[in-house]
């Protein structure tokens, strides 16, 4: 038997409804408990908690709530999904989606990480909201660079492009599936990247790591010869990172790329 509206998603008071009415024409589709308070001052915890319960609000985490449309039917909030990186967008700032996220999100790896990557300037533990979990990854001011908008259900959301992102999972292939999830992104997508645009995020951002680990990977994909201006003028300094970051720490040291090779990339066998 279908559920009925009353059973399930209860009609709202007056003060209930100037709440929602107006954080939605406020653009506060998810919204603070501050955000709330404005609007109702003293009465906003035990109006949020009776939305709750009526399911025309979804609490995300402590102090973080989403208003649910009439269009998500009499269930309201119990069959509303959020967008994960519509929910990023609201944990921290300054932030943009990335990494291991993004490689999925622009096609470069058919892959779907479990995490969600946020970068952002402060150090914050991992976070649980819903059934997801995101983990924030700091980084300098400087590295905030190659960010783009993209549009999930209605919303604006930062992330990195393709180029910002191919550099960032070089830069920590911990935080990107691995290395060879990042050489597979260069083998079977090489055409799709500015090239220029690599170089200059990845010399902005300051990590000669990158450079290490992209000449390898061109170099055993047989591409190096294509793309060799990437790397045109890169002094290669002293210090032989892993090429893998969650690699074991043995492994041949590579002279040309100044870099342990501490794990086999076979792209023959990437084919089957």
């Known amino acids: 038997m279908a559920p009925k509206t009353e059973s399930y998603r209860k009609g709202l008071t007056s003060q209930e409804a100037f709440l929602l009415s107006t954080l939605a024409r406020g653009g506060k589709a998810i919204?603070?408990?501050?955000?709330?308070?404005?609007?109702?001052?003293?009465?906003?915890?035990?109006?949020?908690?009776?939305?709750s319960k009526k399911k025309w609000v979804l609490r995300l985490r402590r102090g973080l709530y989403v208003i649910v449309p009439i269009d998500a039917g009499v269930r309201g909030s119990e069959s509303f999904i959020v967008h994960?990186?519509?929910?990023?967008?609201?944990?921290?700032?300054?932030?943009?989606?990335?990494?291991w996220s993004a490689l999925n999100h622009h096609g470069l790896t058919?892959?779907?990480?479990?995490?969600?990557?946020?970068?952002?300037?402060?150090?914050?533990?991992?976070?649980?909201?819903?059934?997801?979990?995101?983990?924030?990854?700091?980084?300098?001011?400087?590295?905030?660079?190659?960010?783009?908008?993209?549009?999930?259900?209605?919303?604006?959301?930062?992330?990195?492009?393709?180029?910002?992102?191919?550099?960032?999972?070089?830069?920590?292939?911990?935080?990107?599936?691995?290395?060879?999830?990042?050489?597979?992104?260069?083998?079977?997508?090489?055409?799709e990247f500015d090239?220029?645009?690599?170089?200059?995020?990845?010399?902005?951002?300051?990590?000669?790591?990158?450079?290490?680990?992209?000449?390898?990977?061109l170099e055993r994909c047989s591409l190096f010869e294509t793309y060799r201006r990437v790397l045109a003028r890169i002094v290669l300094t002293q210090g032989y990172p892993k090429l893998d970051t969650i690699?074991?720490?043995?492994?041949k040291v590579n002279e040309r790329w100044k870099l342990r090779v501490n794990v086999e990339?076979?792209?023959e066998r990437w084919m089957y």
């Open 31 to 51: 919204f603070s408990m501050s955000d709330a308070r404005q609007v109702l001052g003293a009465k906003t915890r035990r109006t949020l908690s009776l939305l």
């Open 84 to 99: 994960d990186f519509v929910i990023a967008s609201h944990l921290a700032s300054p932030y943009y989606v990335g990494f």
């Open 110 to 191: 058919d892959q779907i990480p479990r995490t969600v990557f946020v970068a952002t300037t402060r150090p914050r533990k991992p976070l649980k909201v819903l059934t997801s979990t995101f983990r924030f990854v700091q980084l300098a001011p400087k590295k905030f660079i190659g960010i783009e908008t993209a549009n999930f259900d209605g919303a604006e959301v930062r992330i990195s492009s393709k180029e910002k992102t191919l550099v960032d999972c070089l830069d920590h292939p911990e935080l990107s599936g691995g290395i060879e999830e990042v050489a597979r992104a260069v083998y079977f997508n090489h055409g």
């Open 195 to 217: 090239w220029s645009e690599v170089r200059k995020f990845a010399q902005k951002g300051g990590s000669v790591a990158v450079f290490k680990r992209l000449g390898y990977i």
């Open 247 to 251: 690699g074991p720490g043995q492994g």
């Open 265 to 267: 990339l076979d792209p």
